[in-house]
């Protein structure tokens, strides 16, 4: 420091002195950031099956939707992927919570579980530590991936179940990501008639009128990609 005042004092200008800590380096916002998406990337890859691990949101819609709920999940809103079997929507819902986890959140906890999985828990003794206890951990995760919504025998255990759960993470304006093999609506005849079963007739009018608000429904089109040969 005495060397650069003796040199102020001579007349030299020795240029513009940057204290800051770069990006590779503790105090810079960037290095905290990459930090906190290893961390998210760590507990991404523990909640992802093996088969999912590389995956990428490559969907236009699934993209903007992770890119919302990296900035503010609690206006993000919820994602409905729809669509046949095989074409693509479990992998792009990993690749969105992927993607979510390499933005560095300061805030990453995720869950996902199938729709068969869930029940199988929220039953009696099908979770040690309780049913109660397993909805609300499921309710009120900020992160929630849920596959193959619908899947399960449409009961009225089944419909209060799904509604409790939609229901509070709806209120409380939690990010979800649902996939299902039915449509939300399914189109309609000239009388009205639905043109095949759908979300509504499957889980009821109260679930659907929810996921109807608080999803952007994305429909996935194309051939059953398990069943093509490379």
């Not at 001579?10 to 961390?39: F, K, L, Q, S, V």
């Not at 933005?103 to 990453?108: A, F, H, K």
């Amino acid at each position: 420091m005495a060397g650069v005042q003796q040199r102020q004092a001579e007349g030299i200008d020795p240029g513009p002195i940057d204290d800051a800590p770069t990006p590779d380096e503790p105090g810079h916002p960037e290095y905290h950031r990459r930090r906190r998406a290893e961390w998210a990337l760590d507990r991404w890859a523990t909640a992802t099956p093996p088969r999912y691990r590389k995956a990428e949101a490559t969907h236009p819609s699934v993209i903007g939707w992770a890119d919302r709920v990296a900035v503010d999940p609690e206006d993000a809103g919820s994602l409905l992927l729809t669509g046949p079997t095989g074409t693509g929507k479990t992998y792009q819902a990993y690749g969105a919570m992927r993607r979510i986890a390499a933005s560095g959140p300061r805030r990453y906890e995720l869950l996902a579980t199938t729709a068969a999985d869930l029940y199988g828990r929220l039953r009696p003794n099908g979770s040690q530590a309780g049913t109660e206890h397993e909805l609300k951990r499921l309710a009120r995760v900020p992160l929630l991936l849920l596959d193959d919504l619908g899947s399960a025998k449409a009961t009225e255990w089944v419909e209060e179940v799904t509604y409790r759960l939609i229901n509070e993470r709806y209120n409380a304006c939690l990010p979800t990501l649902f996939t299902s093999n039915f449509p939300a609506r399914a189109n309609r005849d000239e009388r009205g008639n639905p043109l095949g079963p759908d979300l509504a007739q499957i889980l009821g009018e109260r679930i659907a009128s929810r996921l109807a608000e608080m999803t952007t429904v994305v429909p996935m089109e194309g051939v059953d990609r398990r069943r093509v040969r490379p």
